[in-house]
């Protein structure tokens, strides 16, 4: 099998227990973070992915060290001294640019290329940038890169136009040392913001209200460095809940905030599935032909994940009727309905309006992953397929699955 390849004769049915990952997005903000403390800092059930390893490329670049042990990372900021980011990964992932914040706040300049990641839309960087100005920064666009600086970070009531994750992270990493206390109003609600929250807490920050719309921190002088526990990654463990639904099969879960997962149990149920849960742990089985949805909208956490739209169409196409989904986080993000229409599903796509026949029979095929999550929702798609799939472009899965392969034969799949 070719690296970036993978083969899979289906179908299958996905069946055992999984402890389920480190959080991708989570573990990003938390290392841009770790810019803003000096000392030795412990991230244990750090995901190794791609993207992890470009940010650790960053830090070294801006001259920490980083190691792993297994899962737990060690990162020492007490050399970081270079706030211009160059790495390979630099350009290659959208979390370069919450290095804005973590840099600005704690050298008053700051120096990206900007910022990569999947291909999903158009994805601006001006709310991080308004944002971050009100705090006191001011930015050049040069051709390549983009530069700001600061003479001294201030607190302000800031107001987001809509609830970024991104834009509210950068807005929390510059507020921490910033004189006085910043209002970030309409902030993303995000598990990952809590966790961000909860890291910089660690450090001794002084952060109210995150997972409510309204962020209040009073700006510190100093941060300490700190240990911390990644939460698990709610996108992993739903496209394997919705893998499961689709091979009909049935799978445990362990180690997941089942409160990050938001509504996928009750659409879960809504689809057909049975579901057990408790605080940390999540069961589901599927005997029966999945059901339709007839009408569902991705939004803003606690709302149907944007990360999963893709996974719940691959199911929804086989499931026993219509459904509608309306994409409203991110423009292009049905590129993965190209690559299914191969493997038999019918869906027709306009603007960010999707509508799946159902009743799909999906048979392998020769696909190719376009972006991250919908690698992942391709995947899964060939397990529940009839004959043998080839996905291409497996390093985009690579980016946010640590050891996709690895995961599915715990579930029972024969690769
Ligand atoms: C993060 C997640 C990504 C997830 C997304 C939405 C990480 C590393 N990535 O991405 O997996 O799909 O949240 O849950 O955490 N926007 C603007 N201007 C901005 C910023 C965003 O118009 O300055 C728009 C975007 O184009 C998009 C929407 O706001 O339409 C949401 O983007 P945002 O929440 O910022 O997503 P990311 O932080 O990039």
């Known amino acids: 099998m070719d690296g970036n390849e993978l083969k899979i004769k289906g179908p299958q049915r996905m069946q055992g227990e999984l402890l389920v990952q480190g959080s991708k997005n989570a573990a990003l903000p938390i290392l841009a973070a770790t810019l803003l403390g000096d000392g030795i800092f412990i991230l244990h059930h ?130 921490v040392l910033a004189e006085g206390t910043t209002t970030i109003h309409g902030v993303a609600m995000e598990p990952e913001i809590s966790a961000l929250a909860s890291f910089l807490r660690e450090m001794g920050a002084k952060i109210k209200g995150d997972g409510t719309p309204v962020i209040v921190i009073e700006g510190v002088e100093k941060l300490r460095a700190a240990e911390y526990i990644i939460p698990s990654d709610r996108i992993v463990a739903g496209t394997y809940l919705f893998g499961t639904l689709m091979t009909r099969g049935e799978v445990r879960l362990l180690h997941v905030p089942v409160a990050h997962l938001g509504g996928i149990p009750r659409m879960l149920e809504k689809m057909g599935a049975e579901v057990k849960m408790e605080k940390d742990w999540i069961c589901v089985k599927m005997e029966r032909q999945c059901r339709p949805i007839p009408y569902i909208v991705t939004a803003p956490f606690p709302g149907f994940p944007t990360d999963l739209q893709s996974v719940l169409m691959a199911a929804l196409v086989t499931a026993s009727g219509m459904s509608f989904i309306e994409e409203k986080i991110f423009e292009a993000r049905f590129q993965t309905a190209q690559e299914l229409r191969k493997m038999g599903a019918v869906i027709t796509c306009e603007e960010s309006f999707a509508l799946l026949e159902g009743n799909a029979k999906l048979c392998g095929a020769q696909v190719e992953a376009k972006e991250l999550r919908g690698g992942a929702a391709l995947i899964m798609a060939a397990l529940a397929a009839e004959g043998d799939t080839c996905i291409r472009g497996m390093e985009y899965v690579q980016r946010g699955y640590e050891d996709i392969n690895g995961d599915l034969k715990k579930l029972g799949i024969v690769l």
């Open 46 to 175: 750090c995901p190794r992915i791609s993207d992890v390893e470009h940010m650790l490329e960053l830090l070294t670049d801006a001259g920490c060290q980083t190691y792993w042990e297994g899962h737990m990372l060690i990162v020492d900021t007490r050399n970081f001294h270079n706030h211009c980011v160059f790495g390979y990964g630099a350009g290659k992932m959208r979390s370069t640019v919450t290095l804005l914040g973590s840099i600005l706040g704690r050298m008053r300049q700051v120096e990206i290329p900007y910022p990569g990641g999947c291909t999903i839309g158009k994805r601006p960087i001006d709310l991080h940038l308004k944002g971050l100005e009100q705090l006191g920064a001011v930015f050049v666009h040069q051709e390549h890169t983009l530069k700001g600086s600061t003479e001294k970070l201030h607190g302000a009531n800031v107001y987001l136009d809509f609830p970024s994750v991104g834009a509210t992270e950068n807005v929390m990493l510059a507020a």
